[in-house]
């Protein structure tokens, strides 16, 4: 089956640092990604759906500045965490859909953050 | 309310027994549904892919769904200590593919 790779699958920062995040569709073109944010023992939160060459949009509550995400190629969608705070740590995993309409979708192996 | 609620669990059943694991949801529009297994520390794999109502069988994994009553189930058969992960339902309108998760199941089959 397609294969999402995430890195790094896990990053430890210290606060007030940015992180960037990398999620890449390796056998398949992606024109939309999705990220998600998981706690512990908690479902996945959707936090924004990345388009490949526009703006992505994000969930409510989420904010646009502090999560920066870039969709510049098919393959490849970025997530930096700006300015990182120790409530920022957490599961980060992105997905990726195949194809068009009702494409299945690939889930990364997931980023964990950890903010000092 | 959340539109996909789930019983987090856990659940712990003895190896070879059938294992249910169940949703609800309340958002009518939702058309497909589907259900993730995640191991502890990994992304979530697809197990089961459902359009509208009905049953689908895979191997040893049946999911069914019934939107009159808005319950979706998955059944595990001959159940193996390699199914113990974390079970996640999820359902989805069409279209933009913004899927909606339940909390997930933490499922343990012991020896």
């Known amino acids: 089956g397609a294969v999402v790779s995430q890195h790094p699958s896990r990053v430890i920062c210290k606060s007030g640092t940015s992180v960037k995040i990398e999620c890449r569709s390796l056998?398949?073109?992606?024109?939309?990604m999705f990220w998600y944010r998981q706690f512990p023992k908690q479902s996945l939160m959707l936090m924004a759906t990345?388009?490949?060459?526009?703006?992505?949009?994000?969930e409510q509550g989420v904010e646009k500045d502090k999560f920066l995400i870039n969709h510049a190629s098919l393959t490849l969608s970025t997530l930096t965490v700006t300015s990182a705070h120790p409530e920022d740590s957490s599961f980060y995993i992105c997905s990726a859909k195949q194809g068009s309409g009702t494409g299945e979708l690939f889930f990364g192996e997931g980023s964990r953050l950890t903010v000092l | 309310q959340k539109e996909v609620e789930q019983d987090p669990g856990p659940l712990s059943v003895p190896e070879g027994a059938i294992v249910s694991l169940n949703c609800t949801y309340s958002n009518s529009a939702f058309q497909y549904f589907m259900w993730y297994r995640q191991y502890s520390r990994k992304g979530p794999e697809l197990l089961m892919y459902t359009y509208s109502s009905g049953n689908k069988e895979d191997g040893r994994f049946t999911a069914q769904v019934d939107k009159s009553s808005k319950y979706i189930s998955l059944f595990i058969r001959d159940s193996q200590p390699s199914d113990s992960a974390t079970y996640l339902c999820?359902?989805?309108?069409?279209?933009?593919?913004?899927?909606?998760f339940g909390t997930g199941t933490q499922l343990k089959v012991e020896l």
């Open positions: 056998d398949f073109q992606a024109t939309t």
């Open positions: 999820a359902a989805y309108t069409g279209g933009g593919n913004k899927l909606t």
């Open positions: 990345s388009n490949e060459g526009s703006k992505a949009t994000y």
